[in-house]
């Protein structure tokens, strides 16, 4: 399974960006795909999730109303865009995908090379 991540940069609080990721090499008929971030020194949190094959999606409290998780099937393309950022949002977000879905309660198997986002103040 490969994942390619793209879309990071540098942006000022209260920009905008987004993120894709694009998926290849699995044949899972059931499986889920999601967003986390890892800040320098702390661990990596799930932000966003969701569900391929009825779209139903998972945001961390930290995120919802901000950012919006969605995916486009015919490309294998899951995509992030983040909206009002904060300088707290600083971090490599990588993306994930797992068999049976990706949640809260284990990390998934399979993860993309990692996008840096900077947010200044």
């Known amino acids: 399974v490969q994942l390619q991540a793209s879309g990071g940069g540098l942006v000022q609080a209260g920009g905008s960006l987004r993120l894709s990721c694009a998926a290849s090499?699995?044949?899972?008929?059931?499986?889920?795909m999601g967003w986390y971030r890892q800040p320098p020194g702390n661990e990596r949190l799930l932000v966003a999730a969701i569900d391929w094959s009825d779209g139903s999606t998972y945001y961390a409290d930290f995120v919802k109303g901000r950012f919006s998780i969605s995916r486009d099937i015919a490309k294998n393309t899951v995509y992030l865009i983040m909206n009002n950022l904060k300088p707290e949002g600083t971090a490599v977000y990588y993306c994930?995908?797992?068999?049976?879905?990706?949640?809260?309660?284990?990390?998934?198997?399979?993860w993309g090379q990692g996008t840096q986002v900077t947010v200044s103040s």
């Open positions: 090499g699995h044949t899972f008929s059931d499986y889920g």
């Open positions: 994930a995908l797992d068999d049976g879905g990706v949640s809260k309660g284990s990390l998934p198997y399979y």
